[in-house]
């Protein structure tokens, strides 16, 4: 019982975002007379949001080094996006090309920003401010004030799913809409999608429950199995249930795999690696992390230059969404990051924050932004209400840790 | 009314699963010099945070009584309004400010919010008279030392017509002169002045010397009330304190001492802020494995500038200077090729430098060797864990667990866990600068053990303290250091104060 509290109180704000997460969809659910979560409007969620996802999970990290933020990479991401105009359409280069070296020149943003930040000593809000007007300049420099439409590859990126390797092959009893006869055309299920959320979720069982017995074969302590089973139980569940959704439209969207595969590798990064441990050390307190051997500057040039080629991922992105490179693309795509980070509990004082939290925080923004402009809210209202929850949500967060101070 | 100007009846305040304090009762009599003395963790500062209204009135039971009424402070303010001043040991000033801004902080001479200068400049001159401190109110308080810095609190507190003060650890951070200086105007304020103190200290000479009463609490519990009025004797005090008789201030150790293990040669440094000032000059020094090598001097004498800058040039600039360890030269010019090297280095700023406070015990202690539980690039948790446990096990960190919070935990604890981080980094050299400050007399003896118990399992451990009976007691060879030089040489058993003072001196004279 003591444990399970123990278990709770630790990671209460993880689960305190799910359900304000929960809340917010059923809102909009509601307002929208469920509109939201459509099948088509999910898998548009997904890949109109995904810019503020992989953006917020790179400024997660500046964050946590000590409440630092990039400013610059909304500008960055019109930079990466001129550039892949440049290559693919006035260059006529190939598209995998054109995409790599795209997201190069985000990389090299980065390193640039993080060079005087990290080594010149520049604050990082004043190096990305002036990146802020740099690369918006280079990108009209570019582009000449013109639209510049893109390639194939960008918009399969951008807009494209896994082909169904098996159509019209999913059997009956999972016809769930045609077995309550929602639908007076036989539903439309896309086997791919069913076969990869259920292989992936039927992966995550064994390895939880292999990983737990291997830990308890060399002795280390193991969460109990109720707790566990409970965890897992309820992943398999929405993994499939999601799977299943995306499936009644088009499938798999390929930025979904990209998503995903983006969340594993920065939160491995995050929680697993000395580099993030040492992230997280000097965002608490840079004195002692650097007395304890943490290359504080080498940290901080590593972060902003990481931010500026996930930015570069989000340009590529972004433009494949808009089948075009443009001049005013990825306007205030900074501040959705950097609120995405703050609803998802991240410290403005840096130290603490996780990918999880950022991913949790993006969708949150997204969801807010799509409900919103479902209901055909105007564009300057919906403003004030994003303005509203990310300050709602850093207040409840500093009045929760006030009360747990004084408990 | 009776004698006592404040009576706290049965005070019991929980934190989230440790009990602070437990039916503590705590009675000061009217113009008394009342010290609170106790280990780390005792529970002095959660009391009289309760006194001042810091944990509000509804977060702890029991009864305060001040000057005959039942009182329920909901903040400082509210205590300060009945005329309770508290001075916290980290000094709560505005560096870029005044000394007569910062006495009239929060608490202005102004009518219709408009402050009026001449009024606040000329009452600031007065009460700095009443304090003694002989400085122009328009001086920037960055401008003045810590000893100065404390007496503007004392004059704040003044400026609020407080008739009781409460001084935490008012001396930790000022040297033998300033410390008696405030003594005195402590006295002072309270002979002709009336003022009620309450001082919570853990220099035991100290309290013997000023206060009427002293009361111990121990645990979270008070254990009793000593008057002062006929000296008591530390060894009294200290009984009350940890529960026993503490006979032998040092452990008992016999020596087991091999060959040099490290050697600093011609060691030069200058300073980061002016390179044409030499700081270290030409240091010359030699470990031998197993020893406990002291460095004694006067504080500023360049000692931490001395470790700073062997532990991968964490201090100063041109350096130049040989190391050698085990018979062959290493050059470290980061902090993470000394760690990589076997150094390693106890801060003496435990608190600014030391930790990483909103992270738990066990990510703390694994913080500086976390190669050690790495495997490919993968931080194993669980073993993680492991360390955690039983480093708080090993050193009995006083903790709810290991998940606890370090900046949570007293400070004797958290010095258990910046050691325990460098113990687990597995050092051959390891240096310790002032590891015992601010922290009391039974958990310097679990320190002193572990200090020991390091030397024995035959490393090098150099020791820098300003306390030279700390010195005496715990090392078995020492450099005196003097204004960046080495000015002496001796075996410990060899050594006293008056011989150390004396040579400090006239080498200081001798320039």
């Known amino acids: ?407 | 009314m009776s004698e006592y100007i404040l009576e706290m009846q049965n005070i019991t305040k929980e934190f989230p699963g440790v009990t602070a304090l437990s039916n503590v009762t705590f009675k000061v009599k009217k113009g008394e010099i009342h010290a609170l003395v106790g280990e780390n963790g005792a529970g002095k500062s959660t009391l009289m945070n309760v006194l001042s209204g810091i944990y509000p009135f509804g977060s702890y039971t029991g009864d305060i009584i001040y000057r005959g009424n039942d009182c329920r402070f909901k903040n400082i303010r509210d205590s300060e309004a009945a005329g309770i001043a508290i001075i916290h040991q980290e000094l709560a000033l505005s560096p870029f400010m005044t000394i007569a801004e910062n006495i009239f902080m929060g608490n202005e001479r102004a009518k219709n919010k408009v402050i009026n200068w001449d009024e606040t400049n000329k009452e600031a001159v007065a009460l700095m008279k009443k304090v003694g401190l002989n400085e122009r109110y328009n001086t920037l308080i960055k401008n003045i030392g810590v000893g100065k810095q404390q007496l503007v609190e004392i004059a704040k507190a003044l400026s609020k017509n407080c008739e009781l003060l409460i001084l935490d650890e008012p001396t930790a951070a000022l040297n033998d002169e300033d410390s008696n200086h405030l003594l005195e105007l402590l006295k002072t304020l309270n002979r002709e002045h009336g003022l009620t103190c309450i001082m919570i200290s853990h220099k035991l000479h100290e309290v013997i010397k000023i206060a009427n009463s002293i009361t111990v609490l121990r645990d979270g519990k008070t254990i009793e009330t000593l008057d002062n009025t006929e000296p008591v004797s530390e060894g009294r005090i200290i009984k009350g304190m940890v529960g026993r008789e503490l006979t032998d201030r040092f452990p008992k150790h016999t020596p087991n001492i091999g060959e040099v293990g490290f050697e600093i040669r011609d060691w030069v440094v200058h300073d980061p802020l002016n390179e044409e000032r030499v700081v270290i000059n030409n240091v010359n020094m030699y470990f031998r494995k197993g020893e406990i090598v002291g460095l004694a001097g006067l504080m500023g004498a360049g000692r931490t500038e001395l470790a700073m800058s062997v532990f991968g040039k964490a201090y100063g600039k041109r350096i130049s200077g040989t190391l050698v360890k085990d018979g062959k030269e290493i050059t470290l010019n980061n902090i993470g090729q000394a760690i990589d090297n076997g150094i390693a280095y106890v801060t003496e700023d435990r608190k600014t430098a030391g930790l990483v406070h909103i992270q738990d015990i066990k990510t703390n202690i694994t913080l500086a060797n976390l190669k050690a539980i790495t495997k490919g690039f993968v931080v194993n948790e669980d073993e993680e864990m492991i360390v955690g446990k039983d480093y708080r096990a090993r050193f009995d960190i006083k903790s709810s667990s290991v998940f606890q919070k370090a900046g949570n935990l007293s400070g004797g604890n958290q010095q258990k866990v910046v050691l325990s981080k460098w113990i687990f980094a597995a050092p051959d050299v390891l240096i310790l600068d002032e590891p015992t400050r601010g922290i009391d007399v039974g958990a310097k003896y679990e320190i002193y053990k572990i200090i020991l118990e390091l030397a024995d399992s035959g490393k090098c451990v150099i020791m820098i303290s300003s306390e030279l009976p700390e010195i005496l007691g715990i090392t078995d060879r020492l450099y005196i250091i003097n204004e960046g030089r080495v000015v002496g040489e001796m075996q410990t058993s060899e050594a006293n104060q008056e011989d150390i003072m004396s040579i400090i001196i006239r080498s200081s004279a001798g320039r």
């Not at chain 1, 004030?384 to 101070?405: E, W």
């Open chain 1, 1 to 407: 019982m003591n444990s399970v509290k123990e278990f709770v109180n630790r990671n209460i704000r993880q689960y305190g975002m799910i359900f304000a997460l929960v809340v917010i969809m059923i809102f909009f659910g509601f307002m929208t007379g469920g509109k939201l979560i459509w099948p088509r409007n999910v898998s548009m969620l997904v890949k109109q949001n995904a810019y503020v996802l992989i953006l917020a999970i790179g400024m997660m990290f500046c964050i946590l080094t000590g409440g630092n933020v990039d400013l610059s990479v909304g500008s960055l991401v019109a930079l990466v996006s001129a550039m892949s105009g440049l290559m693919a359409t006035t260059l006529g280069l190939p598209s995998g090309l054109a995409i790599l070296i795209s997201i190069i020149t985000g990389l090299l943003a980065g390193i640039w920003q993080g060079f005087w930040i990290a080594y010149v000593r520049v604050p990082p809000f004043i190096t990305t401010l002036a990146g802020m007007l740099v690369f918006r300049g280079v990108n009209n420099i570019i582009l000449n004030g013109q639209t510049l439409p893109l390639s194939d590859l960008y918009v399969t990126i951008g807009t494209g799913s896994v082909p169904d390797i098996a159509p019209n092959t999913v059997p009956d009893f999972l016809r769930i809409g045609d077995l309550l006869q929602l639908q007076n055309k036989p539903e439309y299920l896309n086997m791919t999608m069913l076969i990869v959320g259920l292989t992936l979720s039927v992966i995550y069982v064994l390895f939880v429950i292999f990983n737990r017995k291997s830990k308890q074969m060399r002795g280390y302590e193991v969460p109990s199995l109720s707790s566990v089973i409970v965890k897992v139980a309820s992943f398999f569940i929405v993994i499939n249930i999601f799977a299943y959704w995306l499936a009644m439209d088009d499938g798999l969207p390929i930025m979904l795999i990209l998503l995903a595969a983006l969340y594993a590798i920065y939160t491995f990064i995050a929680t697993k690696t000395i580099p993030g441990r040492h992230i997280y050390a000097m965002g608490g307190n840079i004195k002692a992390a650097e007395l304890s051997g943490v290359n504080t500057k080498k940290m901080m040039f590593l972060v902003y230059s990481n931010m500026g080629l996930l930015a570069g991922v989000a340009g590529v992105v972004t433009a494949g969404r808009l089948m075009a490179s443009s001049p005013n693309v990825g306007a205030n795509f900074e501040l959705d990051a950097i609120g995405a980070c703050f609803i998802g509990g991240a410290s403005a004082y840096g130290g603490v924050g996780t990918i999880w939290g950022a991913v949790v925080g993006a969708f949150i923004m997204g969801v807010m932004n799509n409900g919103m402009s479902i209901m055909g809210l105007n564009v300057f209202l919906q403003s004030v209400a994003k303005g509203m929850v990310v300050l709602l949500a850093v207040a409840f967060d500093m009045y929760s840790k006030s009360k747990s101070r004084l408990g």
